[in-house]
């Protein structure tokens, strides 16, 4: 499984970014799917999460939104009210499972991005 994200960028508080990821091989395959990110001198976090059957989990509820368009295997984050904070490199996770667990924790990933930088600036 390969993942790819894109649609990084740099935007002032309060603007908006569509963050994709495209997956490789996970066609017609039950997985969980999710959004970490990380700042400089900080663990890697969980930011959002989704399943095969549409549950989701999100950190921080509100600004965020995970999606999943299956047809196309590709995993969506749309943030909102952008503040200086979520300035992080964001990435990209994916297990191969049957699962109604949306997890947040970084080891329940097999698959991982590489990552799109993600800079607010005030």
């Known amino acids: 499984v390969q993942l790819v994200e894109s649609g990084g960028g740099s935007v002032k508080t309060g603007g908006s970014l569509r963050l994709s990821c495209a997956a490789s091989?996970?066609?017609?395959?039950?997985?969980?799917m999710a959004w970490f990110r990380r700042t400089l001198g900080k663990e890697r976090e969980g930011v959002a999460a989704i399943t095969s059957d549409g549950v989701t989990k999100y950190a921080d509820q509100g600004r965020f939104t995970i999606s999943k368009d299956n047809a196309k295997d590709t995993l969506y984050l749309d943030m909102r009210s952008l503040i200086p904070e979520d300035t992080a490199i964001y990435y990209c996770a994916a297990r191969d499972v049957r699962t109604s667990f949306a997890s947040l924790n970084s080891q329940d990933y097999d698959y991982w991005g590489p990552g799109t930088q993600v800079t607010v600036s005030s």
């Open positions: 091989e996970l066609t017609n395959r039950p997985n969980r």
